[in-house]
T-cell receptor
């Protein structure tokens, strides 16, 4: 089944404790991205990657890191999480970098205490 | 800069009736894509429908259709024959022609289908 997977789905952590949210897609998509969703703000892009080893900042990159060492994986790293990073996070992928439909993972709910 | 506006925070519709969810956009690009996504209470984002800016015909996918009016910069979603399972948040989004396929989202409309 074609899908985007994220792990963990739910995470409670404390301020400053480094964490990684994994994202993997099995569709051989070139493009992958991370979004965060907050009430009243819709979804905002954090980082994106157009191909292996090619990543760039989205609209809200502060406090986050990403890497794209393999085509299928695009982990999101919070080096020192803070309470304002409490949010619902989505990974998405698309075939290319034109006006391609992006397919989303199931989401990761993060609570930073 | 791209901007998506959804002016209806919440909408109600009777089961089996049709409903239109509004979306207007602003962009200086000539080529762009418009999308609608559904987010049920379980949280996942489900792709519904896509319209390209050069597509002359309105997109349709089953009970979903996109009423695209380019001159007015609107891309309204029409759901026909509403079902209880259609109750969800609906997001309009636009992709920029910037080589990065970045999606810009509106703030969403919560649709409630009444039995």
């Amino acid at each position: 089944e074609a899908q985007v997977t994220q792990n963990p789905r739910y995470l409670i952590t404390v301020t400053g404790k480094k964490l990684t949210v994994t994202c993997s897609q099995n569709m051989n998509h070139e493009y992958m991205s991370w979004y965060r969703q907050d009430p009243g703000l819709g979804l905002r892009q954090i980082y994106y990657s157009m191909n292996v080893e090619v990543t760039d900042k989205g609209d809200v990159p502060e406090g986050y890191k990403v890497s794209r060492k393999e085509k299928r994986n695009f982990p999101l790293i919070l080096e020192s999480p803070s309470p304002n990073q409490t949010s619902l996070y989505f990974c998405a992928s698309s075939l290319g970098t034109g006006e391609e439909t992006q397919y989303f993972g199931p989401g990761t709910r993060l609570l930073v205490l | 800069a791209q901007k998506i506006t959804q002016t209806q925070p919440g909408m109600f519709v009777q089961e089996k009736e049709a409903v239109t969810l509004d979306c207007t956009y602003d962009t200086s690009d000539q080529s762009y894509g418009l999308f609608w996504y559904k987010q049920p209470s379980s949280g996942e984002m489900i792709f519904l429908i896509y319209q390209g800016s050069y597509d002359e015909q309105n997109a349709t996918e089953g009970r979903y259709s996109l009423n695209f009016q380019k001159a007015r910069k609107s891309a309204n979603l029409v759901i026909s024959a509403s079902q209880l399972g259609d109750s969800a948040m609906y997001f309009c989004a636009m992709s920029a022609k910037d080589g990065a396929n970045n999606l810009f989202f509106g703030t969403g409309t919560r649709l409630t289908v009444i039995p």
